[in-house]
């Protein structure tokens, strides 16, 4: 399996290039892992707290969960990506189903910051 890390601010292009590969490969060869599907769960914050949110910083991402993701989608299992809400800052209870293929794409503002997660890549 070939995992590609694609980062970038916001606007800087990150979907045109996963686009690009998605179109350059074979339908079932290509899988995408969006970063925000992984902040973490904030639901339990009162509104006040929640605003003061940074999602632009590493410590916003639940990394654990998204590298066991990788592990297991690197180990030929199905994962349950979680679904994120900006409006509630939470996660939803509904997930999406991600099978391994061939090539799987990592995409967000802040995947090359954590070095476990560059390491699988």
């Known amino acids: 399996m070939l995992i590609i890390g694609i980062a ?3 606007g800087s292009g990150k979907t045109t290039v996963v686009k690009k590969i998605i ?3 074979p339908n079932s060869a290509v899988s995408v892992i969006s970063q925000d599907a992984y902040y973490k769960d904030n639901g ?3 509104a006040e707290d ?4 940074n999602f632009d910083h590493p410590s916003s991402i639940e990394f ?4 066991k993701h990788i592990d297991c989608l ?12 900006y409006v509630s800052c939470a996660r939803l209870p509904e997930t999406i189903t ?9 995409e967000g503002i ?12």
Not at 50 to 53: G, L, V
Not at 98 to 106: A, D, G, N, R
């Open 8 to 10: 970038g601010g916001s």
């Open 23 to 25: 179109r350059a490969l």
């Open 44 to 46: 339990h914050l009162s």
């Open 50 to 53: 929640r605003k003061k949110i």
């Open 64 to 67: 654990s969960l998204l590298i």
């Open 74 to 85: 690197r180990a030929g299992q199905e994962i349950k990506m979680p679904m994120y809400s």
């Open 98 to 106: 991600v099978k391994p293929t061939k090539v799987m794409i990592v």
């Open 110 to 121: 802040l995947v090359l910051t954590n070095a476990e997660l560059r390491r699988r890549m």
